[in-house]
């Protein structure tokens, strides 16, 4: 009897976000999030100093990214999604340690986030990172008045779980 053919899944790029991304990415950002950011928003923070964008490639298609701003030794991580298509095959994974090892470099202590309090699979995501409940921020979503829940972890974590 003959076996199916294996799907050849191309290999995974990850590099800088560069401002020619910026649609690829605002088209994965209307498929994650409700209430996206638009396509402008990308744009200007990758001209800010402190903010951040990395993108993960599929033969030199945009599959996922990550954005965040680094102020003094605080991450605020903003943004991390990757396409439907491309979803639980470890890319918003690599993303999220990319993005932790980088802002250790940077010497940053701590990173925090907002998560919508309906989104569980992004909350479990988080939670395999150690991200942990600081706060929940009432209707911190404008546009539903969705409560936010508001993570935060040290960038480092020692084994003793300090």
């Known amino acids: 009897m003959a076996q199916p053919a294996q799907q050849q899944c191309p290999a ?12 690829a990415v605002h088209e994965i950002e209307g498929e994650s999030f409700p209430s996206p950011w638009r396509a402008r928003t990308f744009f200007a923070r990758l001209l800010l100093p402190d903010h951040y964008g990395y993108v993960a490639a599929a033969d030199d298609r945009v599959v996922g990214y990550v954005v965040y701003r680094v102020h003094m030794r605080t991450v605020h991580l903003q943004k991390i999604a990757v396409t439907k298509a491309y979803r639980r095959r470890g890319i918003a994974t690599h993303l999220m340690q990319m993005m932790l090892d980088l802002v250790a470099a940077q010497k940053a202590d701590t990173i925090y986030l907002q998560v919508r309090m309906s989104n569980v699979d992004a909350q479990e995501f988080y939670k395999r990172f150690r991200f942990q ?5 009432k209707h911190y979503y404008r546009a539903c008045g969705e409560d936010a829940q508001i993570l935060m972890r040290n960038v480092v974590i020692r084994d003793d779980g300090a």
Not at 18 to 23: H, L, M, N, T
């Open 12 to 23: 995974i790029t990850y590099r800088k976000m560069s401002f020619k991304d910026i649609r």
């Open 133 to 137: 409940l600081d706060h929940i921020e």
